[in-house]
């Protein structure tokens, strides 16, 4: 006698309906997105460095300043018409990605790499390149090093939980040099470490050596080697699943980069909303809802260049040669003027 197979059918039918009753809740819990949670906490969570100068470092006083740290500023500026609506949250190289996928913070603006696994299977979305960067080596004057060439048996200090370890490693092994990793947990202890001649060798972005070298006992005495040994394009990061707040972070980067090719400045730009020149009016949302798409009000670049200014603004504050970094702006120079940076249309 055949057995029914009626209780199996069942059983099955009972485990897809719970299957299906638990995804749609869970789908439900999740229906809110990162924009509103921000507009109801009252404030963006963005993580940053514990101290990167010209990126993300606070004073004795606990103000914040940076690159970075204005991007941050930026994203509240065009949500909140409110640049202070943000609240920083210095983090380890180790630690920033827990944070992001925690939802503890709610972008990573640390002068993070985008690379293949981070964007992948970490489960983030890269928003967009605010700094094109390479990874670099500094060493003591008197070592009298011309190249990286000459770095043979050196021994070298990285900080964990960077894409400098493993840089190192490829460069020197494929040019078939040795030498000796002195590894440490935070970029603090690293340049500590340097200064106190711990090792031959400080290694990190080309532009946070730049950062290091002016909080050293002597920064005279240190020289920043003239190779490049890899590609760091550094930008501000998110969750994945979220398209929203994705288009958000990254058009707020476009959005500082087109003010700056159409000569919008933080000067200037209540005049320049009654400006007749059509890219300017979609710019500065004149006659056009253009940031309602991303859940915005229609006058949000205005906000942002207004509380913040734009790119070069921003990266002349920081970084430019009027600060202690005296970093020219080479591949991060706008596209018309020999430089990397590209914003697609705002229209």
Known sequence: MRKSRAPALVQLALISTTFLLTVGHGALAQTTTTLEKVKARGHIECGVSQGVAGFSSPDSAGNWSGLDVDFCRALAAAIFNDPTKVRMSPLSATDRFTALQSGLIDVLARNTTWTLQRDTALGFNFAAITYF??????VKKSLN?????????ASICITAGTTHEQN????????????????FGTADETVKAYDG????????????????????????EQVILPEIISKEPLGPAVRQGD??????????????LTAEELDVTKANVDEMVRSD???????????????????????????????VGNYGEVFDRNLGPSTPLRIARGLNAQ?????????????
């Open 197 to 220: 001649g711990r090792c031959d060798v400080l290694t990190a972005d080309a532009s946070g050596l730049s950062a290091y070298r002016v909080k050293l006992q002597n920064p005279a």
């Open 145 to 153: 090093v011309k190249g990286v060439s000459e770095l043979t048996d």
């Open 243 to 256: 398209d929203q707040w994705l288009d958000i972070v990254k058009w707020t980067h476009f959005a500082m």
């Open 277 to 307: 020149k059509p890219d300017v009016r979609r710019l500065l949302g004149i006659d056009n809802t253009l940031g309602q798409s991303l859940g915005l009000t229609a006058d949000w670049v205005a906000r942002i260049i207004r509380h």
């Open 168 to 183: 190192v490693a490829d460069y020197f092994r494929a040019h078939k040099m040795k030498f000796e990793p002195v590894v």
């Open 335 to 347: 596209w018309t003027k020999g430089g990397l940076q590209y914003a697609p249309p705002i229209r």
């Open 133 to 138: 960067d390479g990874q670099g080596f500094m």
